[in-house]
């Protein structure tokens, strides 16, 4: 972890003035990340619109709470079926709206509990995370945290298993509307399979994409190129960008990349591998099909959590 010394910075209404906050990313995928032990602390839209903002705030494509669960109705319901998960990740998009989940946004939460001593994680062992999006066990080992994101499924499962696409989605800097398929993580995506990288280079992620039937609360988008060879030495490889719905483009999403593996290997077929590497413009993560607990087939995904900075807020 990196830590540099401790500032003021002015980015948010003065509610919020004098609270402590930190930076972190996951390949990229960057955070502001602000503990809150009595959960006393109410954030709005506009002031987490305020902190991530990119040239009159902090930055950031979202903001995480820490919240005991015991605070939160959602996770006292959660408790209920796992005392262990003690500590809620409220994440909101970088535009003030609540998300259920994200995938590289739990490792960092879960790497900063740890880093502040909220949470004791030695190399191999496990933790109980609660999140809007259930319950997530992350696992920590020496180069990072790799997270069961729980079930994955076809948001149309009628229309993917008669066409294997079940929507169209449009983009600037592609010329045509491109079929796509539509994969929950607990939150909504829809997976792109682009030809070449070049296609992949040359869309152009400044506007949401227009996805076609329209998701009722939005939904991320992926654009895929599928690496030739797709496997290598058993693993999978896929390359990616995404749109995050109040967001914009990300370097990273840690559910998209699930979604982007769970899409490919769908479309790949009988033998598609179990483990894949999908490369984002952050970095590399990891995801990894394997059956749960519950009987469903899970993802889990892994990746680096890194702490940049930590300050307060004015």
Known sequence: MTTQPDALVSTAPTALAGVA??????????????????????????????????????????????????HLPEGRALLRSDPSAEWFMDYRNADGSVSEMCGNGVRVFVHLLVSTGLLALADGAT????????????????????????????????????????????ASGLEVPRPALSISMGNPHTVVALAEPAELEA??????????????DGTNVEFVVPRDPLVHDGVGQVTMRVYERGVGETLSCGTGACAAAAA???????????????????????????????????????????????????
């Not at 960057?30 to 006393?40: H, I, K, M, W």
């Not at 066990?137 to 499962?157: K, L, Q, T």
């Not at 790949?268 to 995801?287: F, H, N, S």
Request: charged letters at 20%.
């Open 203 to 216: 869309t152009r992620l400044f506007d949401a994409p227009v996805v076609q039937p329209a998701p009722v």
């Open 264 to 314: 490919t290997r769908f479309w790949a077929g009988a033998g598609a591998p179990l483990a894949w590497r999908i490369e984002v413009p952050g970095g590399v993560v990891g995801v990894r099909f394997h059956a749960g607990p519950d009987g469903r087939e899970h993802v889990s995904l892994s990746g680096p959590a890194v702490l940049v900075a930590t300050g307060t807020l004015l």
């Open 127 to 170: 933790a109980s995370i609660a999140t809007r999006g259930g319950i997530k066990v992350v696992e920590r080992s020496a180069d990072g945290y790799s997270v069961d994101m729980g079930p994955w499924e076809f948001v149309y499962p009628d229309v993917a298993a008669a066409r294997a696409t079940d929507s169209l989605v449009e």
């Open 21 to 70: 906050f930190t930076k972190g990313h996951g390949t990229g995928n960057d955070f502001v990340l602000v503990t809150d032990r009595t959960g006393s602390l109410e954030i709005a839209a506009d002031q987490v619109s305020a902190i991530c903002d990119r040239h009159r705030g902090i930055g950031a494509d979202g903001l995480i709470r820490a919240v005991p669960s015991r």
